[in-house]
């Protein structure tokens, strides 16, 4: 299966419109699983449809393997029937008259594939997916998660060298967007397929992808693996993005600091100070450790006194909410708390967990690189 690249991509409805996508750079290899993630409005989707060649470029080129498929300058344009994909729409869009084998194997009928090969075919993936004991159903007789497995054997039956998920699973209830993760796995695994998925779900874009991509008004912020979002983002943006409960920013630029963030940048002159301008410092909930006793906190670390305000239960895990001075943080433990609502407490972390950003947002690798090794007190 062929690699997708797209090169300086643009997508603009309009001479007084904001463009949806700008410049974008982006290469799926052979057999990823590609997740587009962002907050609605963020141009993932029609990234989707220009890559499906739904939408033209208005600028930059999109190429599948060897193949110029759209390019303005060159005045290109292979229309999507004949770009090799298929695509899974939002809402399943299945045929209501046809029965769930009619529907499996529509794009074969369409594509006069001899009727051994299209029988072998849909057998093929209706036991894969676990649907052939409803092959002569329709339809309507059938629950969300079941019709969305019918939608992705349609599209698996004509063997597409990509497939292309619109957030395919936003309709289904948790239980079942459960389930089907764990479908769209073992699917990847076994057909080999490329697979570009639209999702805003951070959730579903770090159980699923081999790669992300993360998008905001139109630009690319940052692509890597699930880790690399998730351990090292590339900016305040990502940061902030991904991860539930969100990441604690201390904002040293604000024009009323407040109390934590004047003690993280007295930490950090104190102990690197050959780190300059730093705009701000992000804390994940699980980073941060609390001890009711001050002296009992490692010397290395960043501390703040804190009272605990609240103990949220989330089933499995705990959310304490922290107030220190005029700022709030939030901390994440599997273990239950043995403190109670008002008990004074030291919270901190260690150095090498803080994610530090300069003053336009951009992610200090300097930062890094000192707070491995930090200096003893």
């Given at each position: ?8 991509a ?38 989707l ?7 033209n ?75 052939e ?36 699973l ?35 874009a ?38 539930s ?21 007295a930490?950090?002159?104190?102990r ?31 501390q ?73 007190r």
């Amino acid at each position: 299966m062929p690699t997708i690249n797209l090169r300086g991509a643009q997508k603009n409805y309009g001479a007084n419109s904001a463009n949806a996508v700008t410049d974008l750079d982006l290469d799926i290899g052979d057999g990823e699983f590609m997740c587009l993630l962002g907050p609605s409005g963020c141009g993932k989707t029609t990234t989707l449809r220009m890559i499906a060649g739904l939408e033209n470029l208005s600028g930059g080129e999109i190429h599948i393997g060897d193949r110029m498929m759209d390019s303005v300058t060159h005045g290109v344009f292979v229309p999507p029937e004949k770009r090799e994909m298929g695509l899974v729409f939002q809402s399943y869009a299945l045929w209501p008259h046809l029965t769930i084998e009619r529907n499996t194997d529509f794009g074969l009928r369409l594509r006069k594939v001899p009727k051994a090969e299209r029988e072998a075919r849909v057998d093929k993936v209706m036991r894969a997916l676990d649907i052939e004991k409803y092959r002569d159903r329709y339809p309507s007789q059938l629950s969300g998660g079941q019709q969305q497995r019918v939608a992705l054997a349609r599209m698996l039956a004509v063997n597409p060298g990509v497939l292309l998920l619109d957030e395919p699973l936003s309709n289904l209830d948790a239980r079942l967007r459960l389930e089907m993760r764990a479908e769209l796995k073992r699917i990847h695994a076994e057909f080999k397929t490329t697979i570009v998925f639209v999702t805003h779900d951070q959730w579903e874009a770090m159980t699923l992808a081999t790669t992300i991509a993360v998008m905001s008004e139109g630009t690319l912020q940052q692509m890597g693996t699930p880790d690399d979002i998730y351990e090292r983002p590339a900016n305040r943006f990502v940061a902030e993005f991904v991860g539930s409960p969100p990441i604690n920013i201390l904002d040293l630029m604000a024009d009323k600091r407040s109390a934590s963030a004047q003690a993280m940048g007295a930490f950090l002159s104190e102990r690197y100070a050959s780190l300059g301008d730093v705009g701000s410092v992000g804390l994940r909930p699980e980073a941060l450790r609390i001890d009711e006793d001050a002296s009992a906190v490692p010397a290395t670390a960043f501390q703040l006194p804190a009272t605990v305000t609240g103990i949220l239960p989330t089933g499995g895990n705990w959310i304490l909410e922290l107030r220190s001075g005029d700022g709030t943080l939030f901390l994440t433990t599997h273990e239950a708390p043995e403190i109670a609502v008002g008990a004074a407490v030291a919270v901190w972390a260690k150095p090498k967990a803080l994610h530090v950003f300069d003053r336009k947002g951009q992610r200090l690798d300097a930062a890094d690189r000192l707070m491995r090794t930090p200096k003893a007190r």
